[in-house]
């Protein structure tokens, strides 16, 4: 930790009353450690500092920093707003919905939201379209012996997702890359030069702009095409105020960005749990034996209770979604603090989603707090999505896909007579931000 840290930034400063961390480096601030070691970096600051301190995001500028869980209601608040989403990565956000407030943010989600409802996902026969592929992919893997999981769950992932919204997937590790290094568009320092990442991540917007743009056309010249992203385009091209198709084009961008990078990390996850756990795994084939075959349906999902708990405890230790920024619109309350209004502030889901004050033993992966349980999962359970009117709406859709990954997963290899075992060290390599990750060298064996 101390190396992601600039040792020549010790001065103890506050910024309305509030201290900031100290190790920060010019530029960049203290991303280094935010993306690299997070969780530490938060615990060492909580326990030094409080709970309310400031974090310097580099570019982004700094962002109040609020441990109490009681803060996790600030993305419900009237008078916060997601605006800032845009100013901090504007080349990726700029007109897409998860950046805007109020009426406009509402009319883009309401042509969206439909879809990704469970009646819409039966509707459209996404878990019949998606067991095939899952099943294929998985077989590949048995077949092959030894992945590298990240790699694999993030091209499996955009298989998915192109075959969601009726797009041809030609050329998958090259969309693969270019996720990557659109991502860079969320950290990059503003210097646009050859190599640097600000230059490599436009030019990965751009081909995938390029892309997507081809793609409505298409939708456009054959109207009776199915598939999620001919309905968007009819429902934008309905609306009272047609949006343009830079606007289109950046909400079918953000799809494609939430519903990636995310998906393929909790998988990966997934399966390394089920590697470094024998009896996690051993359950998971009793389950996935009893039901028999792949669910396809919504209402199929309540048979793999312990599929579906290893989705909800896996998302829990390993949020993909560490941090949600926003901007206070009027001065606010926060626990003792008065925060003037503009203040930039940082809900920290990661450390939430493994709290002490929310789960007994957080550190410890247990199912159990899922399978006993008989009351209904609260919004603070599953934070790891937001809430309020931003609150994910991949959530039905990941929730099929992953229970149906791990009957796949489970049914294939026990077929085979192997089992998922870990050929690398998990410790390093992960990242935090701006999305979390395992480690992208991580293999994994089947054997
Ligand atoms: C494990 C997987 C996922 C996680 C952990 C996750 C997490 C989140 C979180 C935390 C938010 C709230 C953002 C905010 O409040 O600023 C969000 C929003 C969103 N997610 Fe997901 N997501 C996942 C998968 C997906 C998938 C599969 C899709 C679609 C294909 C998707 C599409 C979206 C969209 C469009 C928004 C913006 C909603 C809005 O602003 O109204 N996500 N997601």
């Known amino acids: 930790m101390d190396m992601l840290l600039n ?14 961390v100290p190790g920060a480096f010019p530029l960049v601030g ?56 845009e100013e901090i990565a504007p080349e990726l956000f700029r007109g897409t919905l998860v950046a805007q407030d109020g009426g406009a943010h509402r009319r883009a989600r309401d042509a969206i939201r439909g879809a990704f409802l469970p009646k819409g996902l039966n509707e459209a026969g996404i878990g019949d379209l998606f067991a095939p592929i899952i099943g294929a992919r998985v077989q590949a893997w048995r077949d092959r012996g030894e992945v590298t999981i990240l790699r694999e769950t993030g091209e499996l992932m955009l298989k998915l997702i192109f075959s969601l919204m009726g797009i041809p997937a030609h050329d998958l590790p090259a969309w693969h890359r270019k996720y990557r290094q659109l991502l860079l568009l969320i950290v990059a320092p503003p210097v ?23 793609f409505v056309r298409d939708a456009r010249a054959h109207a009776a095409r199915s598939g999620l992203i001919s ?37 990966a996850w997934m399966v390394i749990e089920l590697a470094r756990q024998p009896l996690l795994w051993e ?44 901007r206070a619109l009027q001065e606010l309350q926060l626990g003792r603090w008065r925060i003037p209004a503009g203040t930039d502030l940082c809900i920290p889901l990661l450390h939430f989603s493994t709290s002490a004050l929310l789960h ?88």
């Open 7 to 20: 040792p020549l930034d010790r001065r103890h400063r506050l910024r309305h009353d509030i201290p900031v």
């Open 30 to 85: 203290h991303l280094p450690a935010i993306a690299c070691d997070l969780p530490r970096l938060l615990r060492r600051a909580e326990r030094t500092l409080g709970s309310y301190f400031w974090l310097d995001f580099g570019p982004a500028g700094h962002l109040m920093t609020c441990m109490d869980p009681d803060a996790f209601a600030l993305l419900r608040h009237k008078d916060v707003s997601s605006a800032l989403i």
């Open 192 to 214: 646009d030069l050859p190599g640097l990442p600000l230059r490599r991540g436009r030019a990965a917007r751009d081909w995938i702009d390029a892309q997507l743009r081809q």
């Open 231 to 267: 309905d968007m385009v009819s429902a934008f091209d309905r609306s009272d105020d047609a949006l343009c198709d830079d606007v289109l084009v950046a909400n079918i961008r953000l799809l494609l960005l939430g519903g990636h990078d995310t998906t393929a990390s909790t998988m």
């Open 283 to 326: 359950a998971l084939v009793e389950e996935a034996q009893r039901v028999g075959a792949v669910p396809t349906r919504h209402a199929d999902l309540a048979q793999c209770p312990l599929a579906e708990s290893l989705f909800r405890e896996t998302l829990r230790v390993h949020p993909p979604t560490t941090i949600l920024p926003r």
């Open 360 to 447: 007994e033993a957080p550190d410890q992966f247990r199912l159990a707090r899922w399978l006993q349980r008989s009351e209904p999962i609260r919004p603070i359970e599953m934070l790891q999505f937001g809430t309020g009117p931003h609150v994910c709406i991949g959530y039905h859709l990941v929730w099929l896909e992953l229970v149906q990954f791990s009957i796949a997963l489970a049914l294939t290899m026990r077929k085979a007579g192997v089992r998922p075992r870990l050929l690398s060290g998990v410790e390093k390599g992960q990242r935090y931000y701006p999305t979390a990750h395992p480690s992208m060298t991580i293999r994994i064996g089947f054997s």
